[in-house]
């Protein structure tokens, strides 16, 4: 029932931006956080960010911090991630995820996000 869709990606060169959008719909508890995780080839899953229902605690993996930012749009249900100085290391497919328990422990673990998006492809070319 619950549905997150994605959209956003496509190839940009180093250095280029882009914006990831991602929609959550259906009977889904309100107060969810949001995170995202990316998949780049042949490497594991990986933590991006995270952010809180209010928006207030957000978590950054020490690769992406600076450059990258999540924000939330809650009237719209939808989360987005600015991403800016893209390299060609964030190659890879991006989802996003609802948590419905977020906190500073557990904001890394992907077994804590229920809700998954379908994945968009992110190619960084140097």
């Known amino acids: 029932q619950v549905q997150l869709v994605q959209s956003g990606g496509g190839l940009v060169q180093a250095g280029d931006s882009l914006r990831l959008s991602c929609t959550v719909s259906g009977r889904i508890f309100s107060s969810y956080a949001m995170g995202w995780f990316r998949q780049g080839p042949g490497k594991e899953r990986e933590f991006v960010v995270a952010?809180?229902?209010?928006?207030?605690?957000?978590y950054y993996d020490g690769s992406v911090k600076g450059r990258f930012t999540i924000s939330r749009d809650n009237a719209k249900n939808t989360v987005y991630l600015q991403m800016n100085s893209l390299k060609p290391e964030d190659t890879a497919v991006y989802y996003c995820a609802t948590h419905p328990k977020l906190s500073y422990v557990n904001y890394k673990d992907y077994n804590g996000y229920d809700y998954w998006g379908q994945g968009t492809q992110v190619t960084v070319s140097s």
């Open positions: 952010i809180s229902w209010s928006g207030m605690n957000t």
